[in-house]
């Protein structure tokens, strides 16, 4: 096992790669839930799925043995089994001793008690729950999530006005085609090679910082789901093993969704390009929504891969198929909560960017201003730089957010499928009802 805090895959390790694949004897052992002890009350808890079905007597989630923690984990507590619960003296309406009055009954919600070591109750997530747990982390850890991520969104921001400045402040070629209205290829690529030069470095600083970005941040939610803190420096030594095979999670990600998009576009491109003009304007528009839908259906179908990779330190092949797995069926559901994660992120960046654009515009009455009146692309230097500012709070601001829901879905759907709130509470040393274990537990 690895060093990771409970969250590798059963079996699973840098070396076994293929442990926890799908269809691989790991992840039939994931699916197999605990025994439940009278009274445990998982069997009625909302939001379970059912894909438990194939319970066995003996068999512990994830079939995670004591002993197969690493150092740090509490040992399993005497006689409280894997977190399970014992059946309370008093009945259901009454609380366990050591517990607050009401603690033993389901709130008015109609959820089950539930043990919160972290930001996030061990138990199925709903939607705000998951929301509210990505904020409490960046609270929480506020030092070490809003470093990660001021750090890379400096990085970010500066490749960015860097390569707009040198690239974009006097775009001749692009100047010289408003007097010419029918320009030739090599005056269409001289136009636009500025262009593609700037987006093109924009584009890979971005990514590089995303990857180093959701690498750490998804390091520090795990640990925030447990109660424990970690530094930057702890962050950075745990993610960087996987930074490699992030990046290239990432990239391959990017290929086949944008891949499914330009797929749906070739034939109606290759019609026009015939010279069919009506047959090949409709196959396009149909082509671009099909791919469009295809590429958004991948896109969800592999956005829990990501945290799969670094918190079971997974292959990339194995981390999407793991993706794949905990998506299925729940589809929908996943979808909704990425787009109210993607629309929110983009609210509050809009928010943050919109005063930096207006004080820049102020300031340069070059910039903002003559690009909408005179379509000139002529920025200067202190226009892009407050640009850039804005820029820079806009990434410290979105970056554990969206780092944080995505690692607490991929959370959420491992607690539905597979268990994972009775290995969370014990390597927490809490009861899976939110007690502390009767036993001595180690931190």
Request: hydrophobic share 45%; aromatic share 4%.
């Amino acid at each position: 096992m690895n060093d990771s805090p409970g969250w590798a895959s059963p079996g699973s390790s840098p070396s076994e790669p293929s442990k926890g694949a799908e269809g691989s004897p790991a992840d039939d052992a994931s699916r197999t839930p605990p025994p439940e002890p009278p009274g445990a009350g998982r069997q009625g808890r909302p939001g379970d799925q059912p894909e438990r079905p194939d319970a066995q007597p003996g068999r512990v989630p994830g079939n995670v043995q004591p002993g197969k923690w690493s150092a740090e984990q509490p040992p399993a507590s005497a006689g409280g089994g894997w977190g399970a619960a014992p059946p309370h003296p008093g009945g259901p309406g009454h609380p366990a001793p050591g517990q607050p009055p009401g603690w033993g009954a389901w709130n008015q919600w109609g959820r089950p008690p539930a043990a919160k070591p972290g930001v996030i109750p061990l138990r199925p997530l709903g939607v705000g729950e998951i929301l509210d747990g990505a904020v409490s982390t960046a609270r929480a850890h506020w030092r070490t999530a809003l470093g990660v991520a001021l750090g890379v969104a400096v990085l970010v921001q500066l490749a960015s006005t860097v390569a707009n400045g040198i690239w974009l402040r006097g775009n001749d070629g692009l100047e010289a085609l408003e007097n010419n209205p029918r320009p030739s290829t090599d005056e269409l690529l001289d136009a636009m090679s500025a262009t593609f030069s700037s987006a093109g470095i924009t584009l890979l600083a971005t990514l590089v910082g995303t990857v180093i970005a959701t690498a750490m941040l998804t390091i520090v939610v795990s640990r925030a789901v447990l109660g424990r803190t970690v530094n930057m420096s702890e962050a950075w030594r745990e993610s960087r093993p996987q930074l490699g095979r992030m990046l290239g999670l990432t990239v391959l990600v990017m290929l086949i969704v944008t891949g499914s998009v330009l797929a749906g576009t070739l034939p109606g491109i290759v019609l026009l390009a015939a010279g069919a003009t009506v047959a090949g304007s409709g196959l396009l528009l149909l082509g671009m929504i099909g791919g469009a839908a295809c590429g958004i259906w991948l896109w969800i179908r592999y956005c829990l891969a990501a945290p799969a990779l670094m918190l079971e330190r997974q292959r990339v092949t194995t981390a999407l198929r793991r993706s794949a797995k905990l998506v299925r069926n729940s589809w929908w559901r996943i979808f909704g909560i990425q787009i109210l994660a993607w629309l929110l992120v983009q609210i509050v960046s809009l928010i943050v960017q919109i005063p930096s654009s207006v004080l820049a515009s102020v300031i340069e009455g070059d910039g903002l201003r003559d690009v909408v009146l005179s379509g000139s692309l002529t920025f200067s230097w202190t226009y892009l730089i407050i640009v850039g500012i804005g820029g820079v709070l806009a990434m410290t601001v979105t970056l554990p957010l969206s780092a944080g829901i995505t690692a607490l879905l991929y959370m959420d759907q491992r607690i539905r499928r597979e268990a994972l709130d009775l290995e969370l509470a014990r390597a927490a040393g809490v009861d899976a009802s939110g007690s502390a274990p009767p036993g001595p537990a180690g931190s």
